[in-house]
């Protein structure tokens, strides 16, 4: 079924393939970092691994929990108020919650071994979270007559765009120190740059 059978509007049906592109990114900068950090530590590289385990941590404070904290403020609420998604969004919730600890867990891993080991958890979580995000949750706010998909895209938008990036899915403060190469050329400021048709440029 196409994304335009599913959407209730063509500005929805945008939204909808603008939301799992920025879903498809945030999941595929995690994956490259976790897998130079598994490289690193296999090539028992000590000092680079620590430097791409600063740097993961940093992208996880700047784009990871602020984009969870601002879907549970602009699209969890609308989509818990229909009766068939509510034990489905208080389960993403939890995920939520659980991304955060291994967030933390990554954060205070006291070795580049153990920061693998909770990278590696934080990817796979991630990865089956988004895939409910992208083939349950906005499938179902972008079929229904009453909802935007595109405004709600939007709010969440926004408000990523004026969040400070050290705030996480759950006012988590984290640190954008010791990020490593890659940081200088991926600096991420929690928009869309207008991706998902939110009209959200900034």
Known sequence: ?????????????????GAEAHHARLAGELAGRVKILLTAVDRRESSAA????????????????????????ALYPVAHGMPEARLLIESLIGEHHCLTALVEALRAAPDPAGAAADARALQVLF??????????????????????????????????????????????????????????RTEETGGCDGACGCGGAE
């Open 1 to 17: 079924m196409s994304v335009l059978t599913l959407a209730s509007d063509p500005q929805d049906a945008t939204a909808l393939e």
């Open 50 to 73: 620590e430097k791409i385990h600063a740097g993961l941590v940093a992208f996880c404070d700047r784009s990871l929990l602020p984009h969870a904290a601002a879907e549970e403020a």
């Open 127 to 184: 990865e089956e979270h988004v895939a409910k995000e992208n083939g349950l949750v906005l499938p179902l706010l972008a079929m229904a007559p009453e909802v935007s998909l595109a405004e709600l895209l939007a709010d969440m938008h926004h408000r990523l765009a004026n969040d400070t990036p050290a705030k996480g899915a759950h006012g988590t403060q984290g640190t954008e120190e010791g990020q490593d190469v890659q940081e200088e």
